[in-house]
């Protein structure tokens, strides 16, 4: 009776044991899928919040899933692709467009960037203008200094302010900002060089107008002069006989007469001059002044500078050349 009771108590501790193993496992195994169940719900949500762009949320889902299965591959890269794709918006706020260029490749690889794909080829084709923008800025010198050669100052101006417009790095806006100072100066130091040549332009019009007029002046006196010179030698040629009037020397005679004198004895005079009519001192005498010119090439006289003058004289009968200082004082 004794070997009963302890045979029945042996099957009845076995009994417990596997009763007990059995409720163990049942519970490791029911733990485990309220944990995948817990798991799977926060990745579906966490994709969820990242295709919503709700990416603090989506990291928070994630990182929950790791919390219970530290080692839990979907969920690691889950969350490495919200966190690396956080800091990609932050390099782009922060206009380091290159980093961000690299990282957007680096994110890429992850598997599950099908989820963001729509927002990485967004953001990588504006950082792709920028970088060719920048790329442009840092070549912009030499073109803006060729207009600045050409005074195309504007078209310069113009060029820089696309680039100011765009929204590029801090170091690249001062680089343009220092190109538009630099071609403003040169603007205003042109512009003020192109004043002063047109006020220098309008002063020698008005000063060759003054010289004009004058000359005309002159012409006009020199006309009135041989015209009352004419009318005395008319009022005066009633009292010479025809033997006398054939001895007189007519004027361009006379000029022909004193402007070979005046070449030999005052190179560089003549053959310029102006014409004074006849001189009644004593014998009528033709009067001529012959000039020395500046530019002795000249047609008309009011077109360069008199910087000699010297006077002489022609008798009306005997031909005799005379210089007279009194015709130029």
Request: charged share 35%.
């Amino acid at each position: 009776m004794g070997d009963a009771m302890r045979k029945r108590r042996s099957i009845i501790g076995f009994t417990m044991v596997i009763v007990l193993t059995v409720i163990i496992i049942l519970v490791i195994g029911g733990i485990n899928v309220v944990n995948a169940n817990k798991i799977n719900d926060s990745i579906e949500l966490g994709i969820k919040y990242l295709t919503e762009e709700e990416y603090n949320k989506a990291k928070s889902e994630f990182s929950k899933a790791l919390a219970i299965d530290d080692e839990h591959e979907e969920a690691e890269n889950l969350l490495e692709l919200t966190e690396e794709y956080m800091e990609l918006e932050d390099l782009y706020k922060n206009k380091d467009y290159s980093a961000a260029a690299e990282l957007i490749y680096e994110l890429k690889e992850n598997k599950y960037s099908s989820y963001i794909e729509g927002k990485l080829s967004e953001i990588l084709s504006e950082v792709e203008q920028k970088i060719a923008l920048m790329n442009e800025v840092n070549n912009i010198e030499d073109k803006i200094n060729q207009l600045i050669n050409e005074n195309k100052y504007q078209e310069g101006i113009d060029l820089i302010n696309k680039y100011l417009n765009e929204d590029l790095d801090a170091e690249y806006l001062d680089k343009l900002n220092e190109l538009m100072n630099n071609i403003n100066e040169c603007k205003f130091a042109y512009e003020e060089e192109q004043k002063r040549i047109e006020e220098e332009r309008l002063l020698a019009e008005e000063k060759k107008a003054e010289e004009k007029k004058a000359e005309e002046e002159r012409k006009k006196q020199e006309q009135a002069n041989k015209q009352e010179s004419s009318n005395k030698n008319e009022s005066t040629s009633t009292s010479i006989s025809g033997e006398e009037v054939n001895k007189q020397i007519w004027q361009m005679d006379a000029l022909q007469m004193a402007l070979e004198v005046v070449k030999r004895e005052h190179p560089g005079y003549g053959p310029h001059y102006w014409e004074r009519g006849i001189v009644s001192e004593g014998e009528p005498r033709w009067a001529f002044i012959f000039l020395k010119l500046k530019d002795p090439n000249v047609q008309d006289i009011g077109d360069t500078e008199i910087i000699g003058q010297v006077g002489y004289t022609v008798n009306e009968r005997t031909g005799e050349v005379k210089q007279e200082d009194w015709l130029v004082q």
